[in-house]
């Protein structure tokens, strides 16, 4: 055997011990990826069997909140409703989250003053706590809407949670005013299409908004001011709070009332309530 077949044969063997040597890891590496991957995919899919009503990718926080309401507005028309009829120079002022008895009231006394019908989507549990807020809110000409029982982000809940903070809400609604209510506001303006055909199905057309005043930040007046004179458009609807989630809250939105209302009025703008607004 001459030197260079030793080398031959040499470097064959070499080869394919080196071969053999990596094979079975590459391969125990490949099964495990495989069997990994397989343990996430069903995962996934049990999560997606989990929550299938609830579309799991739609809930993807960077998806804008205008972009998804307009979406559902043209997937359901006239059931999910942001604005109202835009050839008519009408507004709806609108405010969530209540009643309470410090800024409520106050809201009512501007309302009343201004001769202006106001939409109040209200909490259960507030409406239970304040029930002659309730009532004077309707007595006073304001319609009222159904705002869940405790505001919960409703893509937390199961359909039977959904439909008990709906149905609760309602309930003592009719028991405080003898009315019920054909209009609901998912909390934080969020619904997703399987929820709007359940809550449909609950006799609502799903209410959000056109102009968001932001004043449950602490808006200054003159911010709300400004952003409802940008944004307003004919048909709209805008969006305000009438329960402080800290003292002083919502200041802005009581100075900034009588002013929305004056200007929009100059304008040329009447006010009207949401049933009003949208034809029902
Ligand atoms: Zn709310």
Redesign the pocket.
Known sequence: MNRRKITLISCFLLSMAALFACTPAQKKESANDLIVAQKKESANVGQVALKSWKEIDYRLPNVPHRQQVQSLSQQFPGVVIYKGNSHLKRVALTF??GPDNYYTPRILDILRAKGVPGTF?M?GKQAKSFPDMVRRIVEEGNAIGN?SWD?PKLWTLTKEQVTQEIVSTENEIQRITGRRSKLF?P??GRVNPAEVVLIHNLGYRIIDWSVDTLDWKGTPAPTILQSVNKEVSPGGIILE?CLAGRPGELNGTLQALPQIIDHLRAKGYKFVTVPTLIGQ
């Open positions: 969530d989250d989507f909490v705002h505001h506001r909390p934080y709070h």
